[in-house]
C-alpha cells in the first residue's frame, strides 16, 4: 500500500516538475512590460513609427510622447527623462506602469 502511494506521489511530483520546466512563468519584470501597440490600445492611444528621428510618437488623452529610440529616453512636453522599454526581436516593450504615469502626471520627468 506504502509503495503504491509512494509511486503515486513520484509520479505527480515529475510531472509537476516536467511542467514547470517546459512552461515556466514569465519573470515578474517580464510581466510588468508589454508590446508598445498593446500599450497604446490600452491607454486609448494613436501610435505612430517615425523612421527619420528614429523614434516611437504615443498620442493618448491629451497628451503627447516620444521614446527616443536610440537614446532610451522619453520626451514629453519639451522635457527628457529615463524611458523604461526596451526592443526584442524588433518588437518595443514598454512598462505598463510608465505609460499610465506619463498620461496621469502633470510633471512626469
Not at 527619420?52 to 527623462?81: F, H, P, Q
Not at 516593450?93 to 510633471?107: R, V
Request: hydrophobic share 35%; charged share 20%; glycine share 10%.
Amino acid at each position: 500500500m506504502n509503495m503504491v502511494k509512494n509511486a503515486a506521489l513520484i509520479l505527480i511530483a515529475a510531472a509537476t516538475l516536467y511542467g514547470g520546466l517546459t512552461n515556466p512563468p514569465a519573470p515578474l519584470e517580464e510581466a510588468d512590460y508589454a508590446p508598445i501597440e498593446q500599450v497604446s490600445r490600452q491607454t486609448g492611444g494613436e501610435l505612430t513609427y517615425d523612421d527619420v528621428n528614429g523614434t516611437i510618437d504615443i498620442a493618448a488623452k491629451g497628451v503627447t510622447y516620444s521614446l527616443l529610440l536610440s537614446e532610451g529616453r522619453i520626451r514629453i512636453n519639451g522635457a527628457s527623462c529615463p524611458g523604461d522599454f526596451y526592443t526584442k526581436d524588433g518588437i518595443t516593450y514598454m512598462s505598463k506602469g510608465q505609460a499610465f504615469e506619463l498620461l496621469d502626471s502633470p510633471h512626469p520627468c
